[in-house]
Structures are given as structure tokens and as C-alpha cells.
């Protein structure tokens, strides 16, 4: 019967890059994994992609989710969860290496991917994921989820304080951690809204020593038992192996026993006689048989030595080449960070910018607003000023005809001294103020003419008493 594997390994900030291209399958990079055959990468899967690479996405989310990072050497920032079990398994529903996979096959990833997220993932989201997919491009297929290991509960540390409050320290100057009665270490429970990325805290909140023992427990009774797959030996110690590391540990166990060759030669009986070589140099049985059976195992398994030496040069120079990969990816991540830094400066600056461009062009547009309105109110006040002139110089002109009108009509006969000086001073008055007022027009017409408005007029009409008649016909 088939056995689960469900594994984790951790990573510094510093494999972001190499990993992220090995997971996407990234074109013209030499990946550490042989067994990955580029024509057959089409046929893998994708729960969660990272579109711009692991380094920037790690940032993204660390920005995203508000998430504290103190950064130390070799710091764990990442890890990456592997789910799988042995070909078999995956043939026995129907999976065929190079072709598309089965609905079972799929169904089992499926139920993995929505374990995974309820173990690793931040409050059971995939909010701290980097990338998941399932690889269909290698023999046996697994699924890979690289994530942040965030947790929104931890614990500090408590120190030792003095009777002033000061915080008590070691000869060598390090703060000293505070203890019960009991000798225990102390420490606060911290729960933030916020999370920060820690490993051990992250794992510590699953079990701490147990978290191992009960996440395979976990996965087993959820998905494993539904798939009829075996849990792993319980208590083991064993560590996984990628398979670069099996290559070369496979390899060195060849070599080995090749080492410690001990050709069967005839057991002679030992003494302390001694046998002359060439010259005064002296050497006892002993030695002498050790030599000669050296001799022989290597004149028996030259070729063999010869090859694996070979092979262990070629492993050398393959080690070189990845510790030169490893410092030149170094250099490019310091000057990719720097360029990142500088680009969210610019980015924060142009935001700034921005808003404050857009704080311009609102007071812009507040101000536009009133002086239109401001427009409109002296719009419509120089109309009314107009009507309300219009209407001062139509009075003064009826006023006028009391005087001036033509006899018969409203023009009153036999007025006195003091009548005739008002209605005189009235017509004055009223010119001049029109003069004031910049409407010569209004004043000449207020000088030259007195008449009744057509507007008066009909207020006239609508005041004067209509008289009706009715026609009574005579009796007969």
C-alpha cells in the first residue's frame, strides 16, 4: 500500500528568486532538478500563480497583510509544503506520465490544496501563499505551496526588572529573562490584529515539538484515509531529501565501500618479524600485508575508483558552479532590493503628488463654483437694477402728466405754487439720480417726455369701475 507524504522545508529571503523560477518553470534558467522535462510543463496545474516573481510577490504580501518581518542572517522568510505519494499510487487512478491527468488525480490535489490552506495558510485563507501548483511535468506528480509562515498570535519575552524598574542585566550587558518559582522562563501572549512572519512562533501555535506528528495525524484522517494511503512511520526522525541531495547521497555510497575496499588475501599468521625493502627502510608483517592487500584491491576495482573519481570531480565542479550561481543571484537580489526600495520611493512620492494635485484642483474647481454663482447673483441684481430704473422713470413720467398732460386727460387743472414745484422737483430729482446712475438715456427721456406706461395703464383699467347694463325688454 502507498504511503502519504506531506513535508516542509524552510527558506531564507535570499532562495526567493532560484525557487520561484524553479516552481514557475521560468524559460532559459538551468534548474537543480534534472528530472524536469520543459516539453511536458503544460500539463501542470495552478491553484495560485505569482505574476511578477517570488521576491516581489514575498514583498507584496508582507505589504498587504500589514505584516512585520525583522530581518536577521539566514532568518527564515519563507517555506514550501510538499504533497504526494509514490507513482503507483497515482497509476492506480489512472494517471499516465506525459499525458493529461484524471479527474481522481485531480480530485486528490484538490482535497490537498483545501487541506494545506486550513493548515498553513493565515487564518485558513491563501492570503500568505506565494504560489501553489501541482507538477505534472516530472514522473511522479506533487503538489508544491510556497508560503509565509504569519501568525497573528506569539509570545515575548519578560524581563527581570530592579525595585526602580530598570531591567536587570548580565555581566556581559544581555537583559535577563524573568522566571517563576519554579525556574520556568516567563513570557506574554501577544494577540495582534496585525501578523508578523515567524517560524517558530508560527509553528509553536501548532503544536511546537508535535506540530510535525499532527499535521501528518491531520492529513491522514481528512484526506489520506479517503485515498486509502498509509501515514508514515510514527516517531521518525528521518529528514526529506530533495533530490538533488538523494543524487549525491546515492552516489557517495558507491564511493564509499569503494574507499574501504579489502581485497580477501591469505590470513597470515602475525609476528614481529621484520621484512627489508629497498635502502634501510624496515616494515613489519603487519604493515606489509595492509599495503599488499591495498595494492590488490586496487589493482581488483581500478576502474571503478578511477570513474568514481571521476564522478566525484564532475560533483565538485557542479558544487562550484551552484556556490557561484548562488553569489552571483546574491548580487543581483541586493541590487534588485535597492531598485525596489528607490522605485516604492518614487511610487510614495508620486501618490503624495498626486493627492496634493488633486486637493489643488478641488479648491480650483470651489472656486470656479462660486465665482460663477457670484457671476449669476450680479446677473441677475444689474437686472433687477434695470427693471427697477425702468420702473423709477415710468413713475416720474406719469407723475409728469398731472402737470404737462394734455387737458382731458390726467392733467389737473388750477394747481397750486407748491404742487407744481413738487411735481417739477420730482422730474429733477429723478434725471439726476439716472445721470448718477450712468442711464443718461433714462434721464433724457424723464426730462423730455411725460406719458403713461403701458404697464401702468393696465393697472389703471384693471382699478376703474366697470359698468355693467342690462336691456329690459318691454312688456306687450
Known amino acids: 500500500m502507498s504511503t502519504q507524504v506531506v513535508r516542509i522545508e524552510s527558506y531564507a529571503k ?74 503507483k499510487f497515482f497509476e492506480k487512478m489512472g494517471y499516465s506520465y506525459g499525458k ?23 487564518n485558513g485563507t491563501d492570503k500568505n501563499v506565494l504560489s501553489a501548483k501541482v507538477h505534472y511535468d516530472e514522473k511522479t506528480p506533487h503538489l508544491h505551496i510556497y508560503y509565509l509562515p504569519m501568525t497573528d498570535r506569539w509570545q515575548e519575552k519578560i524581563y527581570a526588572k530592579d525595585e526602580n524598574g530598570k531591567i536587570l542585566r548580565s555581566s556581559k550587558g544581555t537583559p535577563i529573562q524573568a522566571k517563576d518559582e519554579k525556574g520556568k522562563t516567563l513570557y ?23 506540530s510535525y506528528r499532527i499535521m501528518q495525524d491531520d492529513f491522514q484522517a481528512c484526506v489520506g484515509k479517503i485515498y486509502s494511503l498509509e501515514r508514515g512511520e510514527i516517531g521518525s526522525t528521518r529528514k526529506h531529501e530533495t533530490k538533488h541531495q538523494y543524487k549525491k547521497r546515492k552516489l557517495d555510497d558507491e ?50 575508483i578511477k570513474e568514481n573519481r571521476q564522478d566525484r570531480a564532475k ?28 522605485q516604492l520611493q518614487v511610487n510614495q512620492l508620486l501618490e503624495r503628488t498626486e493627492r496634493e494635485l488633486e486637493c489643488a484642483n478641488e479648491k480650483n474647481r470651489n472656486a470656479e463654483r462660486k465665482q460663477n ?18 420702473a423709477f422713470t415710468d413713475t416720474t413720467q406719469a407723475v409728469g402728466i398731472l402737470k404737462h398732460g394734455k387737458k382731458g386727460g390726467y392733467k389737473i ?15 429733477n430729482h ?38 355693467s347694463y342690462e336691456y329690459n325688454a318691454p312688456c306687450r
Open 188 to 210: 506574554n501572549q501577544v494577540e495582534s490584529p496585525t501578523p508578523k512572519l515567524s517560524r517558530a512562533e508560527f509553528w509553536r501555535n501548532k503544536g511546537a515539538q508535535n
Open 315 to 342: 560533483i565538485n565542479a557542479e558544487i562550484a558552479k551552484i556556490e557561484q550561481e548562488k553569489k552571483r543571484l546574491e548580487t543581483l537580489r541586493i541590487e534588485s532590493e535597492k531598485a525596489y526600495n528607490r
Open 14 to 87: 535570499g532562495s526567493l528568486t532560484a525557487i520561484g523560477n524553479e516552481c514557475d518553470r521560468k524559460e532559459g534558467v538551468k534548474h537543480r532538478n534534472s528530472d524536469i522535462d520543459p516539453t511536458r510543463s503544460h500539463l501542470n496545474h495552478s491553484y495560485k500563480d505569482c505574476d511578477f516573481g517570488f521576491y516581489s510577490e514575498f514583498y507584496q504580501l508582507l505589504a498587504m497583510n500589514n505584516c512585520e518581518f525583522r530581518e536577521k542572517k539566514n532568518s527564515v522568510a519563507f517555506e514550501g509544503m510538499i504533497i504526494t505519494a509514490d507513482l
Open 413 to 427: 387743472e388750477n394747481l397750486t405754487e407748491q404742487q407744481e414745484r413738487l411735481i417739477d422737483s420730482i422730474g
Open 255 to 304: 564511493i564509499k565501500p569503494l574507499q574501504n575496499l579489502k581485497a580477501k588475501t591469505e590470513k597470515i599468521k602475525e609476528n614481529k618479524t621484520q621484512i627489508p625493502l629497498i635502502g634501510k627502510t624496515m616494515v613489519t608483517t603487519k604493515e606489509w600485508e595492509r599495503t599488499t592487500r591495498q595494492a590488490q584491491a586496487y589493482c581488483v576495482n581500478r576502474d571503478e
Open 430 to 467: 429723478s434725471a439726476a439720480l439716472m445721470k448718477r446712475q450712468g442711464r443718461v438715456d433714462l434721464a433724457d427721456n424723464i426730462n423730455k417726455t411725460v406719458r403713461i406706461c403701458a404697464s401702468i395703464e393696465q393697472e389703471i383699467d384693471r382699478l376703474t369701475p366697470q359698468v
Open 100 to 122: 493529461k491527468p484524471t479527474k481522481n488525480v485531480r480530485g486528490f490535489f484538490d482535497n490537498a490544496y483545501k487541506w494545506a490552506l486550513g493548515q498553513i495558510g493565515y
Open 373 to 390: 454663482q457670484l457671476e449669476k447673483t450680479c446677473q441677475n441684481q444689474a437686472k433687477m437694477i434695470e427693471v427697477l430704473q425702468t
